[in-house]
């Protein structure tokens, strides 16, 4: 059981280290617009607000496949990457890591148990082609164990509620896709 502690506590960092896709590279930094709860004054258009809850709502789908899979260890690992369930919802690196991930507690008879606790905290920027937000996790209830013995797993000590930098960028088919995922377990949320 050590060697899968180790090998888990390996993985979730790179799970939720910054990851960028190379397909939206080109995508500028710098916000052009800024939440009133980041900025006082500067507020975001009917447009863009609608925009960041279409975008955020594709992300509560994503979480949402990526547990389901996560606790049931079932995940459906078509040959065409594009007809697997994260595709519609990820991208790049992210959507690369969150199945890496699957397919490691899969390997290694890993489940999660409980469900995180997502909430957006705030926008910090908005493009035409870029959305960076803030949300808070809450893994309290969360618990990742070997599905023989019924033990747990998980790495002892970790902060269960932290802010996490979530950024979607849009691709050329149209879709917001996640694309970064950076968590900062030194803070709380």
């Known amino acids: 059981m050590y060697p899968k502690l180790v090998a888990l ?39 863009d607000q609608a925009t960041i809850d279409a975008v955020w709502a594709t992300y ?4 949402t496949i990526y547990i389901k899979a996560a606790q049931t260890g079932t ?7 594009a007809k697997r369930p994260l595709y519609e ?11 890496r991930d699957l397919g490691f507690m899969n390997e290694e008879g890993i489940v999660r148990t409980g469900e995180p606790k997502v909430a957006l ?10 959305i960076l937000v803030e949300s808070c996790v809450d893994d309290t209830a969360v618990d990742a164990i070997d599905k023989t013995t019924r033990k747990s797993v998980a ?35």
């Open 89 to 99: 919802y990820a991208g790049g690196q992210l959507l690369a890591a969150l199945e």
């Open 9 to 47: 506590s390996a993985v979730l960092p790179l799970l939720l280290a910054g990851c960028q896709s190379t397909r939206v590279d080109d995508v500028a930094a710098e916000p052009t617009k800024v939440n009133t709860r980041t900025s006082p004054g500067i507020r975001l258009s009917t447009e």
């Open 75 to 81: 995940y459906n690992w078509d040959e065409d990457p």
């Open 155 to 189: 790495a002892p000590n970790q902060n269960k509620r932290y802010p996490v930098t979530l950024r979607a960028g849009l691709f050329p088919d149209g879709q917001w896709r996640w694309v970064q995922s950076q968590a900062d377990r030194t803070s709380s949320c």
């Open 60 to 63: 509560t789908k994503l979480n």
């Open 121 to 130: 905290r705030r926008v910090v920027s908005v493009s035409a082609t870029s």
